[in-house]
Structure formats: C-alpha cells, structure tokens
T-cell receptor
Framework: AQTVTQSQPEMSVQEAETVTLSCTYD???????LFWYKQPPSRQMILVIR??????QNATENRFSVNFQKAAKSFSLKISDSQLGDAAMYFC??????????FGKGTRLSVIA | SQTIHQWPATLVQPVGSPLSLECTVE??????LYWYRQAAGRGLQLLFY??????ISSEVPQNLSASRPQDRQFILSSKKLLLSDSGFYLC????????????FGPGTRLLVL
C-alpha cells in the first residue's frame, strides 16, 4: 500500500520569499508518479506540478519546483518569489501501478504581506 | 479543451433524505472518473473510481453508491443520508490509466442536518 506523509500542518512565508513544503512517501512499486496539488479557498483542487519517478531531473513550473530524492522517498515543493495568491492548502499525492491517487493530509500555507 | 462540471455547488439536506450528485466531463472520451470526499480540515478520501461505463470500484464501504450511465457522466447517490456524510465532494477525471494526472471539478458542499 502507498502512503504519503506531510509533516507540516501549517507554514508561513513572507511575500517575495521562498518556502519549501515537505512530503515523504512510501511505495513498493518501481514506477510511480508524484504530484503537488493546490487547494485555494474556493476548494477546487489545482494541479501545481508532476514528477515521474523514472526521471532524475526535478520538475519545474515557473516559480514552483520540486526536490525529488528517490532513495529517501522525499518529494518537497519549493515556491519562489511567493505571492499572496499562493496562500492555500497544498497536497502531495502519489500514484502507482493500478492503485489510484493517494493524498497526504495537506499543508496550509499562509503568505504574509 | 476538457472541462469538468459538478452540480449542485451547495446542498443542505436532512438526515435520512436521498442524495444525487452529478459530474460530467466535456472534451474527452472514455475518461477515468473518480469521486472523493473531503471532511473539514482533512485530506481527500477516494470513494469510487470508474474506468468505463458500468465499471465502478468502491474504495470505502458506506451508504453511498456510484453509477456511470454514460461515458462522461458519473453520479454519486445515497438512499438515506447520515450526519457523517457532510463534507466536500470532488469529482475528478483522468485519461488513459490511473497513473495519469487527475483533474478536479469545482466540488459540491454537502451539509446534512
């Protein structure tokens, strides 16, 4: 069974600064994908970034990047130049084989002006 | 482009009443479809997923059921709601297999009184 752990229930960052959200996962599969989703106050889940486990290069999407440490089963999200609109719940998720997406419990990010 | 719709957006129902939540996807064929529930302040719990018409897997035994009468329509139902059914219900879709990225609808807020 897959598990995803987010050990930081809440984080805060100053506007324009950088913040890193932590995520660890556990799977026995060799082929899997990892995701970060953002849930703003509207509560719609929005895909932020995706990482295929077979790719060594860390995924990036504009101000968002990941630090994927496969051996350590770690998948952290770095948000650079934080903006007020980045304030949201962030969920780490993992999928492998025939097992549907498994989510962590989320990290609430506050952005301070 | 693909879009996903959910309705109603908000619903207040008495205990013991029936439930029907609808999800439709546009712009794609034969999607995988998913129903999730999110209780207040918690992560997402997968309820059902479907890889095709009349092909539905249940992840959590409860008083809810799901049906897929058409390729791009996914319905979540209950014959008698419980107080514990209150929450935020999200529908999602993906293409190809369960390893693919899931895209979420706007959600339905359900309050059972």
């Amino acid at each position: 069974a897959q598990t995803v752990t987010q050990s930081q229930p809440e984080m805060s960052v100053q506007e324009a600064e950088t913040v890193t959200l932590s995520c660890t996962y556990d799977t026995s599969e060799s082929d899997y994908y990892l995701f970060w989703y953002k849930q703003p106050p509207s509560r719609q889940m929005i895909l932020v970034i995706r990482q295929e486990a077979y790719k060594q290069q860390n995924a990036t999407e504009n101000r968002f990047s990941v630090n994927f440490q496969k051996a350590a089963k770690s998948f952290s999200l770095k948000i650079s130049d934080s903006q007020l609109g980045d304030a949201a719940m962030y969920f780490c998720a993992s999928v492998s084989g025939n097992t549907p997406l498994v989510f962590g419990k989320g990290t609430r990010l506050s952005v301070i002006a | 482009s693909q879009t996903i719709h959910q309705w109603p957006a908000t619903l207040v129902q008495p205990v013991g009443s029936p439930l029907s939540l609808e999800c439709t996807v546009e712009g794609t064929s034969n999607p995988n479809l998913y129903w999730y529930r999110q209780a207040a302040g918690r992560g997402l719990q997968l309820l059902f997923y479907s890889i095709g018409i009349d092909q539905i897997s249940s992840e959590v035994p409860q008083n809810l059921s799901a049906s897929r009468p058409q390729d791009r329509q996914f319905i979540l139902s209950s014959k008698k709601l419980l107080l514990s059914d209150s929450g935020f219900y999200l529908c999602a879709w993906s293409i190809l297999g369960v390893m693919e990225t899931q895209y979420f609808g706007p959600g339905t807020r359900l309050l059972v009184l």
